[in-house]
């Protein structure tokens, strides 16, 4: 059993509850047929810092990822995600246009902010703007 966050459609207040973990390969991943999905923070302030993963359920994503470093109380990058791959290009799509929401599904992503957006298509670990790399969203 793991503790997952319970978001509830138009409450800023989070709940908790325990679930069945879905594991594959020996990693907790997430588990899209009961709305349970993969929750990232990445700090913004401290680079080297490890990313905050955990999961939440009721986010109602079936596939992709989607990013944000519109977070009221710090404004760090806030992910959520059916897989790690979609993370990872959601959350480095926000670092390279220096904040804003992006989405990112099945390698392709989209996302506005300050740098511009677009789609972009390929890698998703971007040394030059900091970036992310899969390895670090591993439960």
């Known amino acids: 059993m793991m503790r ?23 990693r907790v991943v997430s588990d899209v047929e009961n709305d349970v999905l993969k929750i990232a923070v990445v700090n913004r302030y401290a680079p080297s810092a490890p990313v905050a993963v955990g999961f939440i359920r009721g986010f109602g994503l079936s596939e ?25 290009e959601a959350v480095n799509l926000v670092i390279r246009n220096r904040g804003g929401l992006s989405l990112a599904v099945s390698g392709v992503r989209r996302g506005g902010g300050g ?17 992310v790399c899969g390895t670090g969203l591993a439960v």
Do not use: Y
Not at 6 to 23: I, K, P, Y
Not at 115 to 131: E, K, P
């Open 115 to 131: 740098g511009g957006g677009g789609q972009q298509r390929g890698g998703f670990c971007h040394g030059q703007t900091g970036g």
């Open 64 to 88: 992709g990822a989607i990013a944000s470093s519109v977070a009221h109380d710090s404004h760090n990058i806030v992910a959520v995600g059916v897989d790690d791959e979609s993370l990872v």
């Open 4 to 26: 997952v966050i319970e978001a509830t459609n138009g409450q800023l207040v989070t709940g908790s509850s325990l679930v069945s973990a879905r594991v594959v390969e020996g």
